[in-house]
């Protein structure tokens, strides 16, 4: 029981220490790009929070970094594309 709750530990630390480095690289990419590492990053520690409630903290924190990632794609794109409208204008 306590090497599992030692894992857990670890795998939430590498997880937001994963989340922090690539939050921190995204500055030169473009809204797409960052929105959806940005929000697979968020979604992958929610995944994991609600799947380890579950029982499956590893299907969870998948689940959610696909759904979040393709979420904050398309919503970094349609700021991308309001930004461009903008600048048009």
Do not use: H
Request: aromatic fraction near 2%.
């Amino acid at each position: 029981m306590e090497d599992e709750l030692m894992a857990r530990a670890e795998i939430k630390r590498l997880a937001l220490i994963g989340l922090c480095v690539g939050a921190l690289s995204m500055g030169a990419c473009n809204n797409a790009v960052s929105g959806g590492a940005i929000g697979a990053g968020v979604g992958a520690l929610g995944g994991m929070a609600i799947g380890s409630l579950s029982g499956d903290m590893g299907k969870g924190a998948v689940i959610g970094a696909v759904s979040g990632g393709v979420a904050g794609a398309v919503i970094g794109d349609q700021n991308r594309r309001r930004d461009q409208r903008n600048r048009d204008y």
